[in-house]
């Protein structure tokens, strides 16, 4: 059994609206600083240590804790799950 750090990104999907980027943007905006910047969004990161055989078990049976869990909606969310061996 090895250890594995599996990171776990949540987003919305394309076309689902996100007020916290559009706020943060807004600021910069207000504020007129950083005008290069044309699109902010905004992500949750889960980070787990777990240990497994491999990394696919890894990835495995974090994506079903966060689906027995939850944690996202996926009518809304995009899901990316990052596998890394400690």
Excluded: W
């Excluded at 706020?23 to 949750?44: E, P, R, Y």
């Excluded at 994506?63 to 996926?74: A, F, G, Q, S, T």
């Amino acid at each position: 059994m090895a250890i594995f750090s599996v990171h776990v990104t949540i987003e919305n999907k394309p076309g689902i609206s996100d007020p916290e980027g559009d706020t943060i943007l807004n600021d910069l905006v207000l504020k007129g600083t950083h005008k290069t910047v044309s699109k902010i969004k905004t992500a949750k990161m889960l980070k787990f240590t777990i240990k497994e055989k491999d990394k696919k078990s890894a990835q495995s049976k974090v994506k079903e804790i966060c689906d027995d869990l939850r944690i996202y909606n996926p009518m809304v969310s995009k899901v990316t799950i990052d596998v890394f061996e400690n």
